[in-house]
């Protein structure tokens, strides 16, 4: 019995490979069969690649050999011949030293991998922090069809009869233990109880904020994001997925036809109205320059600042993932965004219609999940871009997980040079700091870490903890974990190894916060601060070989995604000559 393929509106781009009789097809067609393929299927069936960032290594994907073969079920019910391939897997959770200085290497290998093999679309397998935007990043370079679908949040955790959201509850526990209100052994005892099941972060960490940005961008199906990694509805996600992918290839659907700039607009409001991760702002950034669209901090600031905080999720809120997907998921949000006429409604999405026509029959079930308007979070959520002589490419910061007293203020600054300055001091009882200092942790940036580590939200010296205070101001060139919270400035650009001026901030200088005013400023006068930069010197030497120094020497500042400037912009999918 023989496949006879539909009809297609062109050559499909696997013919390159397998189509004719000539000595590079039989050679691609053999070597292909060797996996026990029947012939038919290379004479017309699309090619669809499942690009799977699945490792043990990386624990948020390590079920996704599993999504991958639901993929598959649905590309042969569809007519595709799919093929899984691995990418490189940076891992939030075990990888040194920072998961943020390999994003860019999953990039250019997705990239690559898309363009050199031999498929017509490809389905994108993520779930930790920095591999969907990394396959976002690496598909939009290439501008082959593309879908996403998450490997989905890890259950709910509990201990001792309380919530326990991952990362959030981990700095929670691990201040009260510096305050003296947990034991260590109740932190251990508290560990069996964080992450209890396969999946990503089952806060609004990056994990959850980043599938929640697949599905508002379009890239992904609706309902994507929030659904839980071990409930069924995962695996039948990505059996739609699969058959999906089969139908946007012959559409010739692409990603620059789906992220447009009204679909980053889409994006930064539903990322306001999720109270989702800080490091929203960097990859969005650095997937709109694969995109060739001209995305700015001041686009996020100005998009997403009207927009009310109504999920009530850990870190902002209280709920975790699960409630939010049993309230609704992320459709919810996009239909109150609708409603609000604060959506693109007309924005394209990869199931072919436009993002409204995919929510607008959508209900909230729990409203103490997804709040009414005027019980929101924060009224005016978003992300804040700061600016001023501290920052003047700007820097970041939550409001949703701020604490409202700390957003005006002025303090006396206290000054660590980098973060093994930070550790080796923070516990000194004689540190000369109290709860109105504000924090400076400088070298945490792209360059300066390398890789721009997610330590920005310094916990608080013990002394300070042992009082009951719980926030201060915090500044730096940093990121910090979506699952983190806190008054914390983050991303200070340019950063302290660049030579900003953060870099030559001392301690005991006055150091202004206005957020409402979107200010951030060092009290010191105008010639002063050249005066001091004109004397700065660089903290480290930069790497002198390998990846590292790659890193240190192409990368970008977060302001504009902290991609390599060499990547930025779509090269396409023209496939090489052959050498057989």
Known sequence: MSFTPAPWPRKLRSQEWFGGSSKDAIYHRGWMKNQGLPADLFDGRPVIGICNTWSELTPC????RDLAERVKFGVYEAGGLPVEFPVFSPSESTL???????????????????????MD??????????TTPALLMGAASVDLPAILVSGGPMLNGHFRGEKVGSGTHLWRFSEAVKAGEMTAEEFVEAEASMSRSPGSCNTMGTASTMASMA???????????????VDARRRVMAHLTGRRIVDMVKDDLKPSDIMTKDAFENAIRTNAAIGGSTNAVIHLLAVAGRVGINLTLDDWDRWGRDVPTVV????????????????????????????AGLLHREALTVSGGTIWDEVREVH???????????KALAKSGGIAVLKGNLAPLGAVLKPSAATPSLMQHRGRAVVFEDIDDYKARIGDEDLDIDETCVMVLKNCGPRGYPGMAEVGNMGLPPKILRKGITDMVRISDARMSGTAYGTVVLHTSPEAARGGPLAVVRSGDMIELDVAARQLHLDISDEELAARLADWTPHTQAPASGYASLYHERVMGPETGADFDFL???????????SH
Request: glycine share 12%; net charge negative; aromatic share 4%.
């Open 215 to 229: 599905e508002a961008l379009g890239m992904a199906l609706s309902g994507n994001a929030a659904i839980p990694a």
């Open 121 to 130: 679309g490809v389905v994108l397998l993520a779930g930790c922090d920095k």
């Open 364 to 374: 909230n079930w729990n409203e103490d999940v997804i709040l009414p308007v005027e």
């Open 312 to 339: 009530n999720l850990m870190p902002s809120g209280k709920h975790l993932m699960e409630e939010f997907f049993y309230a609704g998921g992320l459709p919810v949000v996009i239909k109150r965004l609708g409603e």
């Open 61 to 64: 994907n390590a079920h996704l």
């Open 568 to 578: 930025v912009g779509c090269r396409g999918n023209a496939v090489g000559r052959e």
């Open 96 to 118: 040194r030293p920072t998961a943020m200085m390999y994003r860019n290497l999953c990039a250019m290998d997705v990239e690559e991998a898309i363009r050199g093999k031999c």
